[in-house]
């Protein structure tokens, strides 16, 4: 009895702690909302982090978009043509480049870059005892380490998203149209039916969305860092695993969201 | 509300958890105006955390923290800013933003809360590092300072606005001898040009004796003794003759 107990209590315990965890982001969460609107508005950090996410993410989207748009057009290209559809890649890798694969690439790619290192920078300045500084400076480390980075990923990763879109598309267009040999003509007229300002626009906002949700978890994961280096390391992990796996569940229920108010077919 | 005229912070029975370790006991301490009061004690016996408590840094479990016979433990985050401004703070290892350089740091409290233009700005700036002992350094990053320097960095910034109180956490930890005589000095000074009241926090005897108008010691959660210099040093105080003395009684403190 006693040893069921035991088992029972650690059980519940691990409970109460992940269900606290998840009460606290969101307090974070709404905190950052509310020190969002308040002044002072600091244009030049917001500046930087709009380049760290943004500009400093272009290289690295650009050679993912054009790669993913290119494979994707490979597979299909010959998965069609076993019904003579081969005109449809373009189309197709279109469609799924816009409403899925651009946004939650983009999404990706960015946790990976800028998502890890926030966790680790904030982490930094937490066990080094910065945010404390900021704090006895007046300075609501909220206001000035996470907002900027908030408003920056979601200003920016529509813009991302937008070039992985277009990379893709040429990467789709160069593989379907010199190396599987469909003809321009049929290929161009086929992507420019079915691809619609509002699977582009649906993708944009999925995109805005993901960098909300990943910085939001990849500063509180910093700020919440204890343990020194150690500690540094556990937070950059766990920003990276919980904002990937955040984006695709979160991509499910959004897409559930978004085919109500965008019916397509 | 109770009201101190003479004493600019007063902490009555301060409590301090954090999980299931008590780390504050009960801590009455009263730190007067315009002097240095040293708070010595053991690593780790929870100096660090007494010191972000007059600050708002961490708010007690139990007890009261008065600045200028104001209770600040109910405070919320606007009113613990407005606290917060008469305070400059040195942290152990300077706390310094690594992201921006010497200058942009002892200017980041002028650029927040103060109406300076930039050429304002810029000449206070040098002229609070030229009180540390620093010049031609406002453009090197905090990574390529030796600790002594960040340290100095730390104190200029925490001056920056000229504050009224000034905390010092462990400013000589770390320090070779000459260095760290050289920070003394320069409390000493910051004391007397500027007539600010001063909390250090040290272990290090021969510094504190050097610089305190007034010591407490604390111990297990509690202060065990205190008062000016001279009575300090001929405490009855078991434990604090021993920590004067340096002697461990080859016991295994842990």
Request: hydrophobic share 45%; aromatic share 8%.
């Amino acid at each position: 009895m006693d040893f069921l107990n035991r088992i029972l209590g650690a059980f519940g315990k691990r409970i109460v702690r992940a269900v606290s965890g998840v009460g606290d982001f969101f307090l974070f969460v709404a905190s950052a909302w509310g020190w969002m609107l308040r002044p002072p508005y600091r244009f030049s950090v917001l500046f930087r982090q709009m380049e760290f996410i943004g500009v400093k993410s272009i290289g690295i989207i650009m050679l993912v978009g054009t790669f993913s748009g290119a494979v994707f057009s490979l597979q299909t290209g010959y998965a069609f043509g076993l019904f003579n559809a081969e005109t449809l890649v373009g189309a197709t890798v279109g469609i799924a480049l816009a409403r899925e694969l651009a946004p939650v690439f983009t999404g990706l790619m960015v946790v990976a870059r800028a998502g890890s290192a926030m966790a680790a920078e904030l982490g930094s300045m937490v066990v080094t005892e910065q945010v404390d500084a900021l704090h006895t400076m007046a300075v609501n480390p909220v206001q000035y380490l996470v907002v900027p980075r908030l408003v920056a990923a979601v200003l920016m990763l529509p813009l991302l998203n937008a070039i992985f879109l277009a990379m893709g598309i040429l990467g789709s267009y160069f593989v379907g149209v010199y190396l599987l040999n469909i003809p321009e003509g049929p290929f161009m007229t086929q992507l420019e039916y079915y691809l619609d300002g509002s699977d582009i626009v649906q993708g944009l906002i999925k995109a805005s969305i993901f960098g909300f949700v990943l910085v939001a978890i990849s500063t509180y994961q910093g700020m919440m860092t204890h343990g020194g280096a150690e500690g540094v390391g556990r937070s950059t992990t766990r920003a990276v695993v919980i904002s990937s796996v955040s984006i695709l569940v979160l991509d499910y229920f959004l897409t559930t969201w978004i085919l109500e108010f965008f019916p397509k077919f | 509300m109770e009201k101190t005229t003479k004493d600019r912070i007063r902490l009555v029975k301060v409590h301090k958890s954090f999980g299931t370790q008590k780390v504050l006991d009960g801590v009455d301490l009263s730190i007067p105006g315009g002097s240095i009061t040293v708070i010595l004690g053991r690593s780790g016996e929870g100096k660090s955390v007494l010191l972000k408590h007059l600050i708002g840094l961490l708010k007690a479990d139990q007890g009261q923290v008065f600045v200028d016979g104001i209770d600040i433990t109910p405070m919320g985050p606007h009113d613990l800013n407005e606290l917060r401004r008469r305070f400059g703070m040195l942290f152990q290892n300077g706390a310094l933003f690594d992201s921006l350089n010497v200058f942009e740091n002892v200017a980041f409290p002028l650029k927040e809360h103060s109406r300076l233009s930039r050429s304002e700005i810029e000449k206070t700036v040098i002229e609070k590092l030229a009180l540390v002992g620093l010049k031609d350094v406002g453009k090197k990053m905090p990574a390529e300072l030796s600790g002594g320097m960040r340290k100095r960095v730390g104190l200029a910034r925490a001056i920056a606005l000229s504050p009224e109180i000034i905390l010092y956490d462990e400013p000589t930890t770390g320090l070779d001898p000459l260095m760290t005589d050289s920070v003394n000095n320069l409390i000493l000074e910051m004391q007397k040009k500027l007539k600010v009241t001063s909390v250090v926090i040290s272990h290090d005897i021969e510094s504190t004796f050097q610089l305190a108008d007034k010591i407490a010691m604390l111990h297990d959660g509690k202060i065990i003794e205190e008062g000016p210099p001279e009575t300090f040093k001929k405490t009855q105080h078991p434990f604090v003759k021993k920590f004067l003395e340096g002697r461990s009684e080859n016991e295994v403190i842990l």
